[in-house]
């Protein structure tokens, strides 16, 4: 049964892919996109608020931040 939320949308994006207990599909997702030579095997789904270094600096908020276990940082943005 279809629910009507389109995985498009920055919500649904976020909670599949940006949650915890979603993080397999995460992997997935970035492998799928990255096709790199070793597959990302494990990530830690990390903070995604940028804070300002300087006072007239921009607070970015990414859609997900993930590192894996190498200390490739990505930055997945829809």
Known sequence: MLIGIRPIN???FKKT???PENKLALI???NSILGLPKPIVDVT???PYNLQDFKDDK???LDIKA???TGAIYDVEM
């Open 10 to 12: 920055d919500f649904a």
């Open 17 to 19: 892919f940006g949650s």
């Open 28 to 30: 997935s997702l970035l």
């Open 45 to 47: 789904i990390e903070n």
């Open 59 to 61: 607070l970015s908020i």
């Open 67 to 69: 590192i894996d276990q």
